[in-house]
């Protein structure tokens, strides 16, 4: 009984002392409860940093025309990718159809591209802007749908969906005018990096101006995010605003350029050239409003045959000119005093030995004044006279006159030509040759610069073909013209002036002569080089003016390898006059008509 007892007793202890075990563990588990309740209460918790970054590529600039059309600009494009594994089979004809509708790219071409492999595939390199903003509202649409379905990595085991993916990917040059101001617009070629796109200027103001027209900086915001996954703007937030390249506006407007060109079009095939190029000038101004070639080409698209095309021969190609730079002669002589317009001089009926070098002239003269070598053309004649200039005089004289320098700022890659230097300027042989426009070679900027002298009192004028930058706030830089050089007298200018204007009423560019208009000019025929020896294929020019009561214009054409005539006459002067035409129609100039 009392064993019973002791054994009970026993029982009850331990019961007792593991419920006492229990509690004093329950307490202990609740005071360390407590404590890490009052820890993390206590304790400053640093909450993960939730956070969103916009990104946007800052663009190209624009080139504009004087009447504001816009000539070159770029604009976006993104890539359009998709996991086809994602894709729920049976909603594939679902996702193409409504792909297909927001991308305007065929159903059918879409197919071809989404079963090309197994994964990541690109549907499109090249969506424009506006369709990737209604395809990134499709994405939404196509996970409503579920259109997409979820897979498990295989590596992590979790759960994961990938839908339509639209990315920027960069960006494309865009002419909206095709050939319109080719080559002098250039063209720019792709570089990728860091998988974007960019342009790069290669040829034209594309190249000169590379540094302007590039993105400046790039659109950024990073920010704490809400609940909508949108960036709070505050203290903590990082933005810069997007800075794109300056648009560039030019001194040439659309509506006299693309007359010009489609009469240089018609000109080349009625004359068989092959190119025609003309320049005019506003003397006013200094501003150039037109620049043109019949050979052009498509920026986007240009093809083995274009490749002669590719340089702005207006300062790219330099050749032999001929008899326009006879008043040029003429007025170095002139200005010195050496001369007078009424001199006469022995043309020796057409035929004149110099050395072994044996001169001819087209019209057959005994005698004939000085200012007649001009209008007449006299190869004898300004031979004879050109050697009143001592080597250096005539050779610093081509210089003044701007030849073999630069002609404008605002193109690149120029040929500047060459000159005899003034050793062999101080022979006869070559100073009669360079009289009349052989052994040295010029552009027709250099020319269109030259003849600027005579329609602006002696003073040489710099063409400008840009006329002033905008930035990205819209604020305006002017490129301000280059300060007239003063050439010869104004005395000096003004009878050359008159030569030249009696050279259209009475000589070789009759056929440039315009009822009511001031008209001037030379005309030019000089044989090509080939392999240093001259062959039976010629240049033509005619640089001149064209001026009424309140506007003057310097305007030159060059004609490469005529085949319908080897005289200026009959190609270089017809084009300059429908030139002089389109000008009128296009209220350039006015015609006074006196009754």
Same mark, same amino acid.
């Given at each position: 009984?009392?064993?019973? $007892?002791?054994?009970?007793?026993?029982?009850i202890h331990?019961?007792?002392?593991?419920?006492?075990?229990?509690?004093?563990?329950?307490?202990?588990?609740?005071i360390?409860?407590?404590?890490?309740?009052?820890?993390?209460?206590v304790?400053?918790?640093e909450l993960?940093?939730?956070?969103?970054?916009y990104?946007?590529?800052?663009?190209r600039?624009?080139?504009?025309?004087?009447?504001g059309?816009?000539?070159?600009?770029?604009k976006?494009?993104?890539?359009?990718?998709v996991?086809?594994?994602f894709?729920?089979?049976?909603?594939?004809?679902l996702?193409?159809?409504?792909?297909?509708i927001?991308?305007?790219?065929?159903?059918?071409?879409?197919?071809?591209?989404?079963?090309?492999?197994?994964?990541?595939?690109?549907?499109? =390199?090249?969506?424009?802007?506006?369709?990737?903003?209604?395809l990134? %509202?499709?994405?939404?649409?196509?996970?409503?749908?579920?259109?997409? &379905?979820?897979?498990?990595?295989?590596?992590?085991g979790?759960?994961?969906?990938?839908g339509?993916s639209?990315?920027?990917?960069?960006?494309?040059?865009?002419?909206?005018?095709?050939?319109?101001?080719?080559?002098?617009?250039?063209?720019?070629?792709?570089?990728?990096?860091?998988?974007?796109?960019?342009?790069?200027?290669?040829?034209?103001l594309?190249?000169k101006?590379?540094?302007?027209?590039?993105?400046?900086?790039?659109a950024?915001?990073?920010?704490?995010?809400?609940?909508?996954?949108?960036?709070?703007?505050?203290?903590?937030?990082?933005?810069?605003?997007?800075i794109?390249?300056?648009?560039?506006?030019?001194?040439?407007?659309v509506?006299? $350029?693309f007359?010009?060109e489609?009469?240089?079009? @018609?000109?080349?095939?009625?004359?068989?050239?092959?190119?025609i190029?003309?320049?005019?000038?506003?003397?006013?101004?200094?501003?150039?409003?037109?620049?043109?070639?019949?050979?052009?080409?498509?920026?986007?698209?240009?093809?083995?045959?274009?490749y002669?095309?590719?340089r702005?021969?207006?300062?790219?190609?330099?050749?032999?000119?001929?008899?326009?730079?006879?008043?040029?002669?003429?007025?170095?002589?002139?200005?010195?005093?050496?001369?007078?317009?009424?001199?006469l001089?022995?043309?020796?009926?057409?035929?004149?030995?110099?050395?072994?070098?044996?001169?001819?002239?087209?019209?057959r003269?005994?005698?004939?004044?000085? @200012?007649?070598?001009?209008?007449?053309s006299?190869?004898?004649?300004?031979?004879?006279?050109?050697?009143?200039?001592?080597?250096?005089?005539?050779?610093?004289?081509?210089?003044d006159?701007g030849?073999a320098?630069k002609?404008?700022?605002?193109?690149?890659?120029?040929? %500047?030509?060459?000159?005899?230097? $003034?050793?062999r300027?101080?022979?006869?042989?070559?100073?009669?040759?360079?009289?009349?426009?052989y052994?040295?070679?010029?552009?027709?900027?250099?020319?269109? %610069?030259a003849?600027?002298v005579? !329609?602006?009192?002696?003073?040489?004028?710099?063409? %400008?073909?840009?006329?002033?930058?905008?930035?990205?706030?819209?604020?305006?830089?002017?490129?301000?013209?280059?300060?007239?050089?003063?050439v010869?007298?104004?005395?000096?200018?003004?009878?050359v002036?008159?030569?030249?204007?009696?050279t259209?009423?009475?000589?070789?560019?009759?056929?440039?002569?315009?009822?009511?208009?001031?008209?001037?000019? &030379?005309?030019?025929?000089?044989?090509?080089?080939e392999?240093?020896?001259y062959?039976?294929? =010629? !240049?033509?020019?005619?640089?001149?003016?064209?001026?009424?009561?309140?506007?003057?214009?310097?305007?030159?054409?060059?004609?490469?390898e005529?085949?319908?005539s080897q005289?200026?006459? &009959?190609t270089?002067?017809?084009?300059?006059?429908?030139?002089v035409?389109?000008?009128?129609e296009?209220?350039?100039l006015?015609?006074?008509?006196i &009754?």
């Amino acid at each position: 009984m009392q064993e019973n $007892q002791f054994n009970n007793q026993t029982e009850i202890h331990d019961k007792n002392s593991k419920i006492v075990a229990i509690f004093m563990l329950l307490v202990v588990i609740f005071i360390i409860f407590l404590f890490a309740m009052l820890f993390s209460v206590v304790k400053p918790r640093e909450l993960p940093s939730i956070t969103a970054k916009y990104t946007s590529k800052a663009q190209r600039g624009n080139i504009v025309s004087a009447d504001g059309y816009t000539l070159a600009t770029s604009k976006k494009l993104y890539k359009m990718v998709v996991d086809n594994r994602f894709i729920d089979p049976q909603k594939e004809e679902l996702f193409l159809s409504l792909v297909s509708i927001y991308s305007k790219i065929p159903v059918e071409e879409l197919r071809t591209r989404l079963h090309r492999r197994r994964g990541n595939v690109v549907l499109s =390199y090249s969506v424009a802007q506006k369709e990737a903003k209604y395809l990134k %509202r499709l994405t939404y649409e196509l996970q409503r749908l579920h259109v997409f &379905k979820r897979l498990k990595d295989p590596k992590t085991g979790m759960l994961l969906l990938h839908g339509l993916s639209i990315r920027e990917s960069g960006e494309t040059r865009l002419y909206p005018y095709g050939k319109l101001l080719t080559p002098i617009i250039g063209y720019p070629h792709k570089i990728e990096s860091h998988n974007y796109t960019t342009i790069e200027g290669i040829k034209g103001l594309e190249k000169k101006f590379n540094e302007e027209l590039s993105a400046q900086q790039d659109a950024k915001k990073i920010g704490p995010r809400d609940a909508n996954g949108y960036i709070i703007l505050n203290s903590k937030s990082d933005t810069k605003r997007q800075i794109n390249g300056v648009d560039i506006h030019l001194t040439i407007p659309v509506s006299l $350029q693309f007359k010009i060109e489609h009469m240089l079009d @018609e000109m080349k095939q009625y004359i068989g050239a092959k190119e025609i190029m003309i320049a005019i000038m506003d003397i006013k101004t200094s501003n150039i409003l037109a620049l043109a070639s019949s050979n052009r080409y498509l920026p986007k698209h240009i093809r083995r045959s274009d490749y002669p095309s590719l340089r702005s021969g207006m300062t790219e190609y330099s050749f032999e000119p001929g008899s326009v730079i006879k008043p040029i002669t003429f007025s170095l002589l002139l200005d010195k005093g050496l001369i007078n317009p009424y001199d006469l001089v022995n043309a020796h009926n057409g035929r004149y030995r110099i050395g072994r070098k044996v001169i001819t002239d087209e019209h057959r003269f005994d005698w004939i004044s000085a @200012e007649n070598i001009i209008v007449y053309s006299s190869n004898i004649g300004i031979a004879q006279l050109a050697q009143k200039l001592s080597g250096y005089e005539f050779y610093q004289g081509l210089l003044d006159f701007g030849f073999a320098q630069k002609s404008t700022p605002d193109l690149i890659y120029e040929r %500047r030509g060459s000159i005899p230097d $003034q050793t062999r300027l101080n022979n006869e042989l070559y100073k009669a040759t360079t009289s009349y426009g052989y052994g040295l070679r010029v552009n027709l900027m250099q020319l269109l %610069r030259a003849y600027s002298v005579f !329609n602006n009192n002696g003073a040489m004028l710099t063409p %400008r073909i840009v006329d002033y930058f905008v930035d990205g706030k819209g604020k305006k830089e002017y490129i301000p013209p280059q300060e007239p050089i003063q050439v010869i007298k104004p005395s000096t200018a003004q009878r050359v002036k008159k030569i030249l204007i009696k050279t259209v009423l009475k000589g070789t560019g009759k056929k440039a002569i315009t009822p009511g208009l001031e008209i001037g000019g &030379k005309t030019g025929t000089a044989h090509k080089v080939e392999k240093g020896k001259y062959v039976s294929k =010629y !240049n033509t020019t005619f640089m001149g003016f064209a001026n009424d009561a309140k506007h003057r214009y310097t305007i030159g054409v060059v004609v490469i390898e005529p085949t319908i005539s080897q005289f200026a006459s &009959k190609t270089a002067v017809p084009t300059f006059k429908k030139a002089v035409e389109i000008m009128i129609e296009e209220g350039y100039l006015h015609p006074q008509i006196i &009754k």
